[in-house]
C-alpha cells in the first residue's frame, strides 16, 4: 500500500475511533485496508483504460477529449455515514456489497458528445461490465445537476487471485464540471439556507452551462465533421 495512503487511513481510524476499539478491531481493520488497497488498484486501472482512451483519440482527432481526470477513494468517516444510514454495520463485506462509490474516478470532458465517445469506448471493453449507468445530462437533476454516471466493474489481477471490484466514473464536460464544482460549495455552507430565488438562479446557471456546451458542441462538429 502507498505509504501516504496508509498514514492517512490511520489518521482517520484514530480520529473516529478510542485506541481500545481500535485494538479489538485490528484484524477487522486490516481487512478494511485490504479493500481499499482493492479499490486503489481499480481506480489505477480504469484511470489507465481513460489515459490510453485518451491517447488513441488524440491521434485520430488530433485534440484531447480528456481534459483531465479526478480520482478519490471515499474517506472513513464518510463510508461510516453512509453505512449507518443504511443500518448496516462497518465491516468489509457491507461495504463491498452495498457501496457503489468507494472507488470514484470523475472524467472531465472537452464537449458533450467526447464524454459519450468515452463512455461507449470503455463500455465496450470486454473486461468492464456496467452495474448502473445514471443519465443526468439527458435527464438533469432537479436542481440542474448534469454529468454521466456509471457505475462498472473492472478485475483487478493480484499474485493468486483476480478480483472484480466496483468503480463510480463520473463523466462530464468542463461546463458542467465547473457548475457542479460552485454549486457543491455553496452547498456545503453549512451555516445558510438555500431559498426559492436562489435555488431558481442555480437552475438558470446550470441552463446557461448547457447552453454554452451545446453552442461549443456545434463549433466543434463544423471543424471536426463525422
Ligand atoms: P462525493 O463526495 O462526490 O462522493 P448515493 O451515491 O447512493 O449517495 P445517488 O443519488 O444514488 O446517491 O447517487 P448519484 O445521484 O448517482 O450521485 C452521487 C454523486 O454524484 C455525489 O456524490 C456527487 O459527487 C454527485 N452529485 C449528485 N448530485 C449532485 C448535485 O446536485 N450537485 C453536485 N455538485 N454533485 C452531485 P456524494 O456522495 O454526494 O459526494
Not at 484514530?14 to 476499539?21: H, N
Not at 477513494?73 to 457501496?99: F, H, M, T, Y
Request: with cysteine.
Amino acid at each position: 500500500m502507498e505509504p501516504k495512503a496508509e498514514e492517512r487511513i490511520k489518521k482517520q481510524l484514530e480520529a473516529a475511533f478510542s485506541e481500545d476499539v481500535i485494538e479489538w478491531g485490528k484484524p477487522y481493520m486490516e481487512r478494511f485496508m485490504k479493500l481499499m488497497a482493492y479499490y486503489r488498484c481499480a481506480i489505477m486501472e480504469i484511470e489507465t483504460k481513460l489515459n490510453v482512451l485518451n491517447e488513441e483519440f488524440s491521434l485520430q482527432y488530433d485534440r484531447n477529449p480528456i481534459s483531465s481526470i479526478k480520482t478519490r477513494l471515499k474517506s472513513l468517516p464518510s463510508i461510516k455515514d453512509k453505512l449507518s444510514k443504511l443500518g448496516l454495520p462497518l465491516s468489509a463485506s457491507a461495504i463491498e456489497e452495498n457501496l457503489n462509490d468507494i472507488a470514484g474516478v470523475r472524467v472531465i470532458c472537452s464537449f458533450p458528445e467526447d464524454v459519450y465517445r468515452i463512455a461507449d469506448a470503455l463500455l465496450k471493453q470486454d473486461d468492464i461490465t456496467l452495474v448502473q449507468k445514471k443519465d443526468y445530462i439527458k435527464s438533469p437533476k432537479p436542481n440542474g445537476y448534469r454529468s454521466l454516471h456509471l457505475i462498472v466493474t473492472v478485475p483487478i489481477f493480484l499474485a493468486h487471485e483476480k478480483r472484480l471490484m466496483k468503480v463510480e466514473i463520473q463523466l462530464r464536460t468542463i461546463a458542467m464540471d465547473s457548475w457542479a464544482s460552485l454549486e457543491h460549495q455553496l452547498r456545503y455552507k453549512k451555516d445558510y439556507e438555500f431559498d426559492d430565488s436562489m435555488k431558481a438562479e442555480l437552475l438558470r446557471c446550470a441552463e446557461l452551462s448547457a447552453e454554452l456546451d451545446a453552442r461549443m458542441d456545434s463549433l466543434r462538429a463544423l471543424v471536426q465533421p463525422e
